[in-house]
């Protein structure tokens, strides 16, 4: 693949408290009047996360149309699991009309750093604002994935005899050192769901970790004719975080082929150092990729345009 890198889409310039610095997890939306809204969290003075959004030109990505002026969803209260952030991976437009948000929390620990658990809000004005399920996770601890249940993408399918939502997610009990830094080990998983919100305890794993790997970042699926395309993050212990690409027949099943992907930090600049947190949408005939670049949406949130496949 050979994507042409436009720049940086928006970065926050400080103005709005809750939006103090960052533009982390670019997750689209294509609203369907010439706009897509793209879900960002940013974070306010203290490092904490709220979820908003950035309109741009469906036509012209580059083009800012719109900042939210508020949250379009808050921190937990005090005590609960997303008390000390929340972010947005996905977003889906249920049969309703209404957009379902699956959103991680930061619980902040005493023996470990933070847990990292997945809870979903609802939307009924098309992003707008979004109420919360419950306050506690949708995807909470359990035996197997005691520390780390996030960064899910989910996806409603309706080529079932009955309605479907697939999730692909990452998940893990542990956690390694890197260069005297205690960082998190997860690997991708995939599960079912009736109704998008009841959800298995344990996943089936469908990607495990290679050389040079702690963790991977929010996957990105599309489909295919003859399947699905993955777009995903790599932590990796040598370098930290490179972007991915696979492919599969049935979404568990997956063939690595990273070196494809042709999508990787520049020589200099805003995601020189890093590059993580792909989305990849077609808009007019094209595909563009959004993304994050250095200091986990740091420098703000950027887009690529496919030039050839």
């Known amino acids: 693949?050979?994507?042409?890198?436009?720049?940086?889409?928006?970065?926050?310039?400080?103005?709005?408290?809750?939006?103090?610095?960052?533009?982390?997890?670019?997750?689209?939306?294509?609203?369907?009047?010439?706009?897509?809204?793209?879900?960002?969290?940013?974070?306010?003075?203290?490092?904490?996360?709220?979820?908003?959004?950035?309109?741009?030109?469906?036509?012209?990505?580059?083009?800012?149309?719109?900042?939210?002026?508020?949250?379009?969803?808050?921190?937990?209260?005090?005590?609960?699991?997303?008390?000390?952030?929340?972010?947005?991976?996905?977003?889906?437009?249920?049969?309703?009309?209404?957009?379902?948000?699956?959103?991680?929390?930061?619980?902040?620990?005493?023996?470990?750093r933070y847990r990292l658990l997945t809870g979903a809000a609802i939307s009924n004005d098309n992003g707008e604002h979004f109420e919360k399920v419950a306050a506690t996770p949708i995807l909470e601890r359990s035996p197997q994935e005691l520390y780390f249940r996030c960064g899910p993408f989910v996806m409603r399918d309706t080529t079932q005899e009955r309605e479907l939502f697939r999730m692909w997610y990452v998940a893990g009990s542990d956690w390694t050192n890197v260069g005297g830094k205690d960082v998190p080990v997860y690997e991708m998983r995939y599960m079912e769901s009736p109704d998008g919100l009841l959800w298995p305890l344990e996943g089936e794993t469908v990607m495990r970790l290679g050389n040079d790997e702690h963790g991977f970042g929010r996957p990105w699926i599309m489909r295919a004719e003859d399947g699905f395309k993955l777009h995903y993050s790599i932590r990796k212990i040598s370098v930290g975080y490179r972007m991915g690409y696979a492919e599969s027949g049935d979404g568990r099943d997956w063939t690595r082929m990273d070196e494809q992907l042709g999508l990787d930090v520049s020589p200099a600049g805003w995601d020189s150092e890093e590059i993580m947190y792909s989305a990849v949408v077609e808009t007019g005939g094209r595909q563009y990729a959004f993304y994050n670049g250095n200091d986990f949406g740091g420098t703000g949130f950027g887009v690529a345009r496919l030039e050839s496949a």
């Open 1 to 112: 693949m050979r994507w042409r890198k436009l720049g940086v889409v928006y970065n926050p310039d400080g103005s709005l408290p809750w939006m103090h610095s960052h533009a982390a997890i670019p997750t689209p939306l294509d609203l369907g009047d010439g706009r897509l809204r793209i879900f960002v969290s940013p974070r306010d003075a203290k490092g904490m996360s709220r979820v908003g959004f950035v309109d741009v030109d469906a036509t012209d990505p580059t083009r800012v149309l719109r900042v939210a002026d508020q949250p379009c969803l808050d921190i937990g209260r005090p005590g609960t699991f997303d008390d000390n952030g929340a972010v947005c991976t996905s977003v889906v437009r249920l049969a309703d009309g209404r957009l379902l948000m699956y959103y991680v929390g930061f619980e902040l620990c005493t023996h470990i």
